[in-house]
């Protein structure tokens, strides 16, 4: 369904999303410019959508894609909202239209650089929204520990491409490790969710795969996309193998049988483990190898 920019149009969102938000793995952003692909990305298999006020729109047409996004919103649509940062001459317009919208989930809040950023961003939502912090500089990965402890963060990620052009460095693996790292272990630190890594560009499947493994290896839990068609696989890479929920599900056969006894010090870390793989397992869908 197309629509006018700023045109009140009802939502089509065909598909109910259960994936919690803080173990979603595909966030999808979609172009608040694109009224048209809104519904399409609703019945995406996307854990969550992200609708793009910032990076995707022209400063001359933020006011109508951010009204094309309330109406959407409004008219039955459930999505988070990629704002602009507090440093734009468009927060404020934002953070003020999008308090209290309905089918609002949370706010990315771009180039967070400070818990303070943050914080100020959640209390002009009325303490109402979710904040997940878009972290894209290098100022911002070294304040990542402050940014998650925040009032009202949720979860960080990684604005990767934005990172690279700050700091020059590479999108090899290596080069990245640390960023990634810094976010990962912030993350532990203000209890939050795991983070969400940047997106893949481009549309080599091998490659989305591949770099959605590191993701995994890097302890990321959730990957930003670009495409409907990035969703399956990133969902795939992202959840527990069958062979893992198969282990877990033995694991914790035997811990059972055996009254919950811990028998040694390798025990906890991997009931931890097994409990993990088992619960996402289950919000996933995922059934243990034969």
Same mark, same amino acid.
């Given at each position: 369904?197309?629509?006018?920019?700023?045109?009140? @149009?009802?939502?089509?969102?065909?598909?109910?999303?259960?994936?919690?938000?803080?173990?979603?793995?595909?966030?999808?952003?979609?172009?608040?410019?694109?009224?048209?692909?809104?519904?399409?990305?609703?019945?995406?298999?996307?854990?969550?959508?992200?609708?793009?006020?910032?990076?995707?729109?022209?400063?001359?047409?933020?006011?109508?894609?951010?009204?094309?996004?309330?109406?959407?919103?409004?008219?039955?649509?459930?999505?988070?909202?990629?704002?602009?940062?507090?440093?734009?001459?468009?927060?404020?317009?934002?953070?003020?239209?999008?308090?209290?919208?309905?089918?609002?989930?949370?706010?990315?809040?771009?180039?967070?650089?400070?818990?303070?950023?943050?914080?100020?961003?959640?209390?002009?939502?009325?303490?109402?929204?979710?904040?997940?912090?878009?972290?894209?500089?290098?100022?911002?990965?070294?304040?990542?520990?402050?940014?998650?402890?925040?009032?009202?963060?949720?979860?960080?990620?990684?604005?990767?491409?934005?990172?690279r052009r700050d700091t020059g460095m590479s999108a090899?693996?290596?080069?990245?490790?640390y960023p990634r790292a810094k976010l990962v272990v912030?993350?532990?630190?203000?209890?939050?969710?795991?983070?969400?890594?940047?997106?893949?560009?481009?549309?080599?499947?091998?490659?989305?795969?591949?770099?959605?493994?590191?993701?995994?290896?890097?302890?990321?839990?959730?990957?930003?996309?670009?495409?409907?068609?990035?969703?399956?696989?990133?969902?795939?890479?992202?959840?527990?193998?069958?062979?893992? @929920?198969?282990?877990?599900?033995?694991?914790?056969?035997?811990?059972?049988?055996?009254?919950?006894?811990?028998?040694?010090?390798?025990?906890?870390?991997?009931?931890?483990?097994?409990?993990?793989?088992?619960?996402?397992?289950?919000?996933f869908g995922v059934q243990p190898a034969a």
């Open positions: 369904m197309s629509s006018t920019p700023g045109t009140a @149009v009802p939502a089509k969102t065909a598909r109910i999303r259960n994936i919690p938000a803080d173990i979603a793995r595909s966030w999808l952003l979609v172009p608040a410019t694109k009224p048209e692909l809104f519904d399409d990305a609703a019945a995406s298999r996307a854990d969550a959508i992200v609708l793009d006020i910032e990076d995707a729109v022209d400063p001359v047409n933020k006011s109508s894609a951010r009204s094309a996004v309330i109406d959407w919103l409004r008219n039955g649509g459930q999505a988070w909202v990629r704002i602009n940062d507090v440093h734009s001459e468009f927060w404020a317009d934002d953070v003020a239209a999008l308090r209290n919208v309905p089918g609002l989930l949370g706010v990315m809040l771009a180039k967070t650089e400070s818990a303070e950023q943050v914080k100020e961003t959640f209390h002009r939502l009325d303490g109402n929204s979710r904040v997940l912090a878009l972290v894209e500089s290098a100022y911002g990965i070294e304040e990542a520990n402050n940014i998650a402890r925040a009032e009202g963060a949720y979860r960080l990620a990684f604005g990767s491409g934005d990172f090899d693996r290596e080069a990245m490790a912030a993350s532990r630190v203000g209890n939050l969710p795991g983070p969400i890594d940047g997106p893949t560009v481009g549309t080599n499947h091998p490659i989305l795969r591949e770099q959605s493994a590191i993701t995994v290896s890097m302890g990321m839990t959730g990957k930003l996309c670009l495409a409907t068609d990035q969703t399956t696989i990133i969902n795939e890479v992202i959840s527990p193998t069958p062979t893992d @929920v198969a282990w877990a599900s033995d694991f914790m056969a035997d811990f059972d049988a055996r009254g919950g006894v811990i028998r040694d010090g390798s025990d906890l870390p991997r009931l931890g483990r097994a409990e993990k793989i088992i619960k996402l397992a289950v919000a």
